[in-house]
């Protein structure tokens, strides 16, 4: 039963965007007793990989705009 406790947090934290619990949760990645269970961790764990990609995205291109208004200010 923790396995499904460990996804059920994970779907929790991509639906939420809560990329410091998805970090947590990456961390501790059981070992799963189905083929189902590690299906389906195994397709939230992409999912958490795209949306922490994103959000890097986002960081980098709000870091590239504050660099860019720096450099119009100085």
Known sequence: MPHLNWIDELKLAIINENIDKIKTLSKTIP????????????????????????????ISTDLQRLKNTKAYLV
């Open 31 to 58: 070992q799963f007793s189905t083929l189902k269970e590690s299906e389906e961790a195994l397709s939230l764990i992409e999912q958490a990989s795209l949306l922490v990609k994103k959000e890097q995205d986002k």
